[in-house]
């Protein structure tokens, strides 16, 4: 079966912090890749997303991701995090062929002012 | 900019009770997708739609869970004879043929 791991599942930062969030996801198939984001009180947001093509993938926010096919990853990158970054961030992987997304556990992160 | 809808926000219902939740998707959307949220869990796909038809279930839609969208609009989830492991977030999301989902806000809920 298809799975997604997220190998932190909490992350502690100060402010313009560098942050980079693990995803690896089995699959050996065509797949969409995405990155959500929960922030406190709200509801699950898209961040950004990679479906082909240039596998350096830019979101909202100042967030980016890339896409390494070998590794099966797909790793979250801000090079400077600030308070407002404090949330949950969910990878997720929708499977070629199948329309249901499949997620990973998520990380919680806190950025401290 | 209307996103997914879903009422109710919070439901709290005794054990055995039966209990219905409404999601309204983006309005040019044909997909509609169902997931569960249990606390420290991703979402967890329970079903989708697409326009009135049902695709596909997870098998963790037991005989008590039963979801229909009769229009291609609206959708309903019914959980019947309901359980404590029922407690979550219940969580609805659309999309067009574009593959990204865009999720709405849950409906919590509770068994006590």
């Known amino acids: 079966a298809q799975s997604v791991s997220q190998h932190n599942h909490h992350v502690i930062l100060s402010e313009a912090a560098s942050l980079e969030l693990g995803c690896n996801y089995s699959y050996g198939g065509t797949v969409n890749l995405f990155w959500y984001v929960q922030y406190p009180g709200q509801h699950l947001q898209l961040l950004l997303k990679?479906?082909?093509?240039?596998?350096l993938v830019k979101g909202i926010k100042g967030f980016e991701a890339e896409f390494i096919k070998s590794k099966f990853s797909f790793n979250l990158r801000k090079p400077s995090v600030q308070w407002s970054d404090t949330a949950e961030y969910f990878c997720a992987v929708l499977v070629g062929g199948f329309q249901k997304l499949v997620f990973g556990t998520g990380t919680r992160l806190l950025v401290s002012p | 900019d209307t996103g997914v809808s879903q009422d109710p926000r919070h439901k709290i219902t005794k054990r055995g009770q039966n209990v219905t939740f409404r999601c309204d998707p983006i309005?040019?959307?044909?997909?509609l997708y169902w997931y569960r949220q249990t606390l420290g869990q991703g979402p967890e796909f329970l079903t989708y739609?697409?326009?009135?038809?049902?695709?596909?279930k997870s098998r963790l839609l037991s005989d008590r869970f039963s979801a229909e969208r009769p229009k291609g609009s609206f959708s309903t989830l019914e959980i019947q004879r309901t359980e404590q492991g029922d407690s979550a977030m219940y969580l609805c999301?659309?999309?067009?043929?574009?593959?990204?989902?865009?999720f709405g806000p849950g409906t919590r809920l509770t068994v006590l």
């Open positions: 739609f697409q326009n009135e038809a049902q695709l596909e």
């Open positions: 309005s040019e959307h044909n997909r």
């Open positions: 990679y479906f082909s093509g240039d596998p």
């Open positions: 999301a659309s999309s067009s043929e574009s593959d990204t989902q865009y």
